[in-house]
Every structure is written in C-alpha cells, then in structure tokens.
C-alpha cells in the first residue's frame, strides 16, 4: 500500500470515528459542509469510484464494524460500570455522564441524543447516584456548560460536556487542586 492509500484509509477511520457519535442529520449536515467547503464536485454515485477505491482499500467499511470492535474492547455493559469507571463526584458530572451513557454506550433501543429529567429518576438509581431533583441537575448541567437546551425539557450533550467525559473524569486524585490566582485592584487616591 503506497502512503497516499495509507494516508486515505487512516482519514476514512477518523472521519467515521468522528462521525460515529453524531445523530445521521448531524452526521449529513457535517458531511455536506466539507464536501462544500473543500470544492468537492459529487457525482450523485452512492459507491465510490471503482478507479479510486481499489483492492488496497479496505473492502468495506462500516458504521456496524467500528461499533463491534468498540464494544468488543469496551468493558461498560450498564450505566453503573460506566459510573464506576469515571467516578463523577458532582450532579453536573453525573449528568454529564448519563447524556454520554444515554448518547453513545446505552442498549440500541434505550441510545438517543437528549437527556430528561425522567432519564435522570431512571437510570441515576442504577447508577449508585443519588437523587437529585431532576429539573434543576438538567438546569445546573446547563448552565455549568456541558448541556445545551432543545426544548420540551430536553437537553443535549455538548462537546464540553463530551470531553469532560471522555478525557477529564476520573479526576486524577493525587493532583494537587489548581489554584486561580485573582487580581488585586490598587485602591485610587
């Protein structure tokens, strides 16, 4: 394989991981603005072109095998194995990660883009949390920047609230708190 079918094959796998998470509207709106954005001049073909797309490639990849090897390496069964893993110690962080369960590890039937305050009675139970009033922890989250509104009492994870998951949690224990340094004003004459 020469490095420009290298380069191809290592861009289509992080395309698809990055698009694996979205809703399929977000995934086509993404999709369309860079096709748009990079002058790209579609031919209405659903396959690619048979002279661009030979036996180098990979003969198929898909949205279902990423998912499999994912699972395959992935030990989060339930909300509470995820629970335990990340080890929020706030309602936000609670939050967060149930939106982030609900959004991307939850069972096919139960996965969905949006949290509720219903979700919360549901699965923070499970999840050794406890109960919070529900309404206000959707608020709180919100307004501590990891959900955004939709409406209707539905709340979606942002890409904050994502890589807090993701990349913040567990808090690294053993590291000192950061401090923030404040301004000091100098008192006028």
């Known amino acids: 394989m020469t490095d420009n079918e290298e380069d191809g094959v290592s861009a289509i796998t992080a395309i698809i991981a990055a698009l694996k998470p979205l809703d399929d509207t977000t995934r086509l709106n993404v999709i369309e603005f860079v096709v748009k954005q990079l002058g790209i001049k579609l031919s209405g073909r659903s396959e690619p072109r048979a002279d661009v797309w030979n036996s180098s490639f990979p003969s198929q990849i898909t949205l279902e095998e990423e998912e499999e090897e994912e699972e395959e390496g992935n030990d989060i069964k339930d909300i509470r194995s995820l629970a335990?893993?990340?080890?929020?110690?706030?309602?936000?962080?609670?939050?967060?990660?149930?939106?982030?369960?609900?959004?991307?590890?939850?069972?096919?039937?139960?996965?969905?883009?949006?949290?509720?305050?219903?979700?919360?009675?549901?699965?923070?139970?499970?999840?050794?949390?406890?109960?919070?009033?529900?309404?206000?922890?959707?608020?709180?989250?919100?307004?501590?920047?990891?959900?955004?509104?939709?409406?209707?009492?539905?709340?979606?994870?942002?890409?904050?609230?994502?890589?807090?998951v993701t990349h913040k949690l567990p808090a690294d224990s053993g590291a000192p708190p950061k401090r923030v340094k404040r301004r000091t004003t100098k008192k006028r004459r």
């Open 84 to 164: 335990e893993q990340k080890q929020p110690k706030t309602v936000n962080d609670k939050v967060a990660v149930l939106a982030y369960y609900l959004k991307t590890l939850a069972p096919q039937d139960e996965r969905r883009d949006y949290i509720t305050a219903e979700d919360i009675e549901t699965y923070f139970p499970g999840a050794g949390f406890e109960l919070p009033v529900a309404r206000m922890a959707l608020t709180n989250a919100k307004n501590a920047g990891y959900l955004h509104a939709m409406g209707s009492g539905k709340y979606r994870l942002n890409p904050v609230g994502h890589n807090l």
